[in-house]
Structures are given as structure tokens and as C-alpha cells.
T-cell receptor, first 114, second 109 residues
């Protein structure tokens, strides 16, 4: 079975500081990988998804970026955080594109921008 | 546009039954998912419906009517640990997941 490692669990960063969140996946190869953000009382917002190394699709224009340097590694970054970047960031994986298998989520990172 | 509607919050009593509704309008349909999310934790998969009808899994059941754009999650014999948010998500014809904002379920003794 697949395992998703996501760190850190919580993070407090000042406005204007950089961000790097890492997600690694075990137990599967060539997975689809996703970054979601969940603001308080809101639904899950898809930020980025990747179907392979170096392949990133952005769903929402913003000051965040993502990279996939290795098959099972997905990184979310920002050069300068905004207050509105606060939220619960979730990495998720699904086995295939065009497949309706459920998403599996990592434990998430709660980011507070002050 | 595409949207998913579900009640913001519901309250039920331990041992009772509760039904959480979800209505959707999406560009095509490739299935509907229900997830459970405890406070501060990641969502976990509960059920998947792609055909009309009822799918039962222990104390949890999920129903789908594609013609009505409607689903519900039925929780029986409620336990305190069922206090959580329940997220409805629909996969559209492009295999994109459209998420509802979730229903916070509060269980009272």
C-alpha cells in the first residue's frame, strides 16, 4: 500500500519569507501527485498536479510554484509568502490519469503566515 | 460553472441515524466520492458511487441519483468518533475532482 510523507506538520512564517514543503510517496511508481490547499471553512482547492517527472500543471495563478524532481517527490514553493497563503496544505496521490481511484492524502502541513 | 452543495453543519445524537446530502452541477460525471475529515487531519476515503443506487459499507451507506444530481451519505448507529467533516467530491468528464466545502457533523451524547 502507498504511504505519503509530508513535512513539516506545522509551520509559522512571516509575510515575505520563502516556503518549501516536501512530499514523498512510497509503495507506488509513477503516481499522479497533487497539492491541495484548504482554507478554514472552505473546500479543497487544487493548486498543482503532476503526471510525471518535470510535468506540472497549475490550476490557480498565484505566487506558489511546484516541482517534481523525482518520480515520488513533489515540492511546493514560494519566494515570498502572502497572508492569504495561510491554510492547510495537503499532498495527495492517485494511481492513474483517467482513472477514478480515490485520492490518498498525506497528513498535511498547517501553514500560518504572520 | 461547476458547484457542489452540502449543508455547512449538522448535529445528531449518539446512536441515531443521520443523512448528509450533496447536490452537484458539473461538466459531465465520472463518479462521486465521500471523504471523512477529522479536525486537523487529512481527508480519508469513505465511499465511491458511479451508478445509481445505494452502496453499503458497514454503518455507512452512500446513495446516488445521477438524473437528480444528488447523493447522500447515511451514517447509522452514530458514535462520538463520527464527529468530523464529511466532504462530497464529484469527478467530472475531464477527470477533475470538484469538491464541496464539507459538512461538519457534531455528535452529542
Amino acid at each position: 500500500s502507498q504511504t505519503i510523507h509530508q513535512w513539516p506538520a506545522t509551520l509559522v512564517q512571516p509575510v515575505g519569507s520563502p516556503l518549501s514543503l516536501e512530499c514523498t510517496v512510497e509503495g507506488t511508481s509513477n503516481p499522479n501527485l497533487y497539492w491541495y490547499r484548504q482554507a478554514a471553512g472552505r473546500g479543497l482547492q487544487l493548486l498543482f498536479y503532476s503526471v510525471g517527472i518535470g510535468q506540472i500543471s497549475s490550476e490557480v495563478p498565484q505566487n506558489l510554484s511546484a516541482s517534481r524532481p523525482q518520480d515520488r517527490q513533489f515540492i511546493l514553493s514560494s519566494k515570498k509568502l502572502l497572508l492569504s497563503d495561510s491554510g492547510f496544505y495537503l499532498c495527495a496521490t492517485a494511481p492513474l490519469t483517467g482513472d477514478n481511484s480515490p485520492l490518498h492524502f498525506g497528513n498535511g502541513t498547517r501553514l500560518t503566515v504572520t | 460553472g461547476q458547484n457542489i452543495d452540502q449543508p455547512t453543519e449538522m448535529t445528531a445524537t449518539e446512536g441515531a441515524i443521520v443523512q448528509i446530502n450533496c447536490t452537484y452541477q458539473t461538466s459531465g460525471f465520472n463518479g462521486l466520492f465521500w471523504y471523512q475529515q477529522h479536525a486537523g487531519e487529512a481527508p480519508t476515503f469513505l465511499s465511491y458511487n458511479v451508478l445509481d443506487g445505494l452502496e453499503e459499507k458497514g454503518r455507512f451507506s452512500s446513495f446516488l441519483s445521477r438524473s437528480k444530481g444528488y447523493s447522500y451519505l447515511l451514517l447509522k448507529e452514530l458514535q462520538m468518533k463520527d464527529s468530523a467533516s464529511y466532504l462530497c467530491a464529484v469527478m467530472n468528464s475531464n477527470y477533475q475532482l470538484i469538491w464541496g466545502a464539507g459538512t461538519k457533523l457534531i455528535i452529542k451524547p
